[in-house]
């Protein structure tokens, strides 16, 4: 079927190509006529204008946004919504926040429009495995979109079928699902992004202890001269903490296993926050998510104010200096 | 290759029938008799003593403890050494702390015995998939054994090899590694454990996230009808999140959404602790496998005299009255 | 000087009283007329409106409301903002949110009305001891209400002075500060309520941890029959954990050791859950703080869901059938 | 009465002034003598040796050691057990694990000698404001050490009684207490030194999360100006996050705000590890506590391995560059 994609970042690029393959008919616009072009040579049908790109499109039509969540989104969106007309539908593939999505959706459909969102899963690996969506929206118009849909959803490949689950629904076996009404998509894609700093945080940790029980700041006698690598390529087999997180690991480690490339820095996104958020509005206790959230933001800083404020009480009430306080305090 | 095994229960058992289909002659002995009647039905030859079973094997000898982690396997161990002789090699398979492990070697090593410590991963799993095998001990002797991990553990399967490895030691992609000498097998899978506490929690948490978000106290306008057996199994596919233990959650969750089998008191074993002492030892900051391992203690208290302190406090500057504090403290 | 007061709880009617004994007029509204007697009688002027209220005052006018922070305040705030006249100030002493003070501040500010937001801590010992006064608004605004300020705080009292303070500006150690614009007081306040969970929490824990080295479940060669009434009437004295709620905790404990009148579900309150928000959103790491919002979330839930998947998970792997779990699974 | 004193760093020599204050009799005795003669020109009476110091005491003999927990304490009291004799007592003042106390009392109990752990805090403080001590030991031989911790302990002072107490035994309210057994008061103090850490860590965050709204790194129209200095100046009078470590906290702000002086990397000590064992030995949860160890861990460190495998992982999935990955990974 006939679909505007706007934004041409790797995400939305990707999904584009990935819904070509499928055959579907693809009219892309982006800010910078460059990747527009591109995607021409692969068979995508280019306008110059969100104009142009509305006026390609049969109605009911329907408009993928993919861009950077926040004010690129909101301002594409209020100006699409100038252009569409009753029954037309505006996707957001982007990491919107889902209260953002529930207003949103109430505005345009007071203007006859339809507003779904879809959780987007998959990053580089999208284009060749799949995209894992988590779609929310009036089910009817979600139900008009499936061929998009299960074009972009990985299907179900080889992963062996879950055993007890009933046929009547298949969607979420071949890699989406329609989560509920508006923001509902953005919802679960915010948890499942919440989750995966968890995941990912217990791994690193696991691998900091090991790492310091092979460091030659132990004595010799206490020291294990582990293989980070292969002990992250063991784990990939036959182990409960198998996981494709674990395999980027070992993928990792394979090819540098000091991670000198990294300076560790790690950024966080705003789904990461707003779980948090979410948790503490809804009084749901999560040590481990907030934990995740919270090493990544210690690991962007240096020395925190609250650590010299420590030292300066250890002084105060113990006459402690701290061994790289630069001198002695007065 | 021969191999005496001591101790049947479930992970024994399945370790001496993985070994038996795999052509080894395997010699079992477990305190009760019916177990080992059932092993001999399917090949293992039973010995009703630990004396007989030494007295079965071809020297150098190499006998499995698979006995709960303490008391028990210790006494085993001491027990063997008794019988055994120079050159003959003690495997503890269970879950053994790690410094217990370097210890018992140590003392073994001075009547000529060999000590191997094996951590073994797969649960009721690894009959069928084989063991993640990681192996402490003298490389000569790890060596020896060779034939036996090799068929323990799971092979090369149908996993993608990882990208940039090297093929000189392909170990790890069979499944098993001599992770360095004694205690380095237990040790790296002490961590191994503490990593799953990790990742157990981050789904858990997740999940309570969407079920509180589909819970009936919300009012409707806030509340999503979330399906967790979905949202379980469309992250199984092109999602960054995908795991065994979510196909496990994605499994639970087909079969009964509620969980209403399950109490919600959950053990926690010897690994996941000692994986905090030494972090705590080593100070490397754990915040992830530390709160996962107390949500597990705090899972199995109604409620904590802590938490009695707090109410006490907040009457006692504040005046307030906890809801269900049973009446106005006077 | 003359001040009207709106909502006469047990904050608002001790602000008052307090205010009396200072010799300063006191005008009192609160919905329920029985609480604006009881003040009549301690030498407040009662009225049995708002109007009456604006009425009574010599402009420009001061109200004091102290309602519950959200909605009550918020009506009562557009109420008065009707009545007053340019010049007029509204003081809100209650907990609000400081985002909607400085969203507020700009809405008055429009009318030419003054907002000043105080955050207030003292709980029921203020009367007696003093308000500590976190304050946000305009400095003329504030300076013009100073003598409130300075009779409702502790004043310097028999606390010693902090060596190192310039005299410049005493009010901190009177016991109230000016901390910046609009929002800035219920800012200050809100990370004290923050800090104050993290304090509780950590007494908390400590005393969980002597309460359980007491505990009858362990062998009695590990046990001690620690006194916790008298570990916390020790600490008072000489130790670096001294502080009020340590006395608080000595208190609750000579009364009743075992906290028996405490059931253990612990309230939270909208500033401890703004803290997080707001570090989120900033990007400070807080893992003690968020801990101790989360143990209170925990302290009001039985069994969470997510404990339930973590046995569920345990049964998927390691076919571990949780003690309490009712029953084998299928 | 007498008490001979083994090391004279500054708890040690403290402990010496204040009994020389209290009119007791001390022999002293430091491994550099330059120490033993600064305490002479005090009033005490310094030796030269071990063998010297238990020569000028009377029987039965008491003697104080205060030295680094750990080896250096051990060595001491194992020579000491050579030189005393039956009925005399060894009193270690310093900051020994538990469970080594136990041990120990043991082993000197098979020559007759008695063993007193005594866990003190009170810091630089401690010669004027009297020390808190926490005391193990059989109840016979610290009754007939009284007059020494009377002396030490801070007294009554001008601290209000808690309401409820009963009079039976002061001893609390003097600052002192006999806790239990040998090793019960370096575990009352160990746990003391945990709730330290959270507390600290509590006003740290919180700090933090001030600072950062001062911030000129945040837009103008989000920031406050806020006085960190009067923030804690204030909070010391009337409110509920009054505490020492808050006078301390004032102090260093009042001092320096900027707490320039102190880098940021801060120290721990075995009791607080102790603590975080304890509660993993005993399954008490003590998320605030273990947060706090490890925030001091993390400040000790520049970046974490596991940091950088986060990063690794991010890359790996989505392609992401982490900004200061020092370029691009291949």
Known sequence: MQLGIIGLGRMGANIARRLLR?????????????KVRALETEGAEGVASIEALVG???RPRAVWVMLPAGDATGRMIAALAGLLEPGDVIIDGGNTFYKDDIRRAGELAGRGLHYVDVGTSGGVWGLERGYCLMIGGDAGVVGRLDPLFGTLAPGHGDIPRTPG???????AERGYIHAGPA???HFVKMVHNGIEYGLMQAYAEGFDILKSKASESLPEAERFELDLADIAEVWRRGSVVSSWLLDLTAQALAGDVGLSRFAGEVADS??????IDAAVEQAVPVPVLASALFARFRSRQEHTYG???????RYGFGGHVEAHGGGEPA
């Open 183 to 185: 923001g509902a998509g």
């Open 165 to 171: 689950r009933s046929a009547a629904d298949d969607r």
């Open 22 to 34: 499928g055959q579907h008919e693809v009219v892309v616009y982006n800010r910078s006529a460059e």
């Open 270 to 275: 705003g789904e990461g926050r707003w779980t």
């Open 307 to 313: 650590d010299r404020l420590l030292s300066a009480m």
């Open 56 to 58: 390609k499109l049969a």
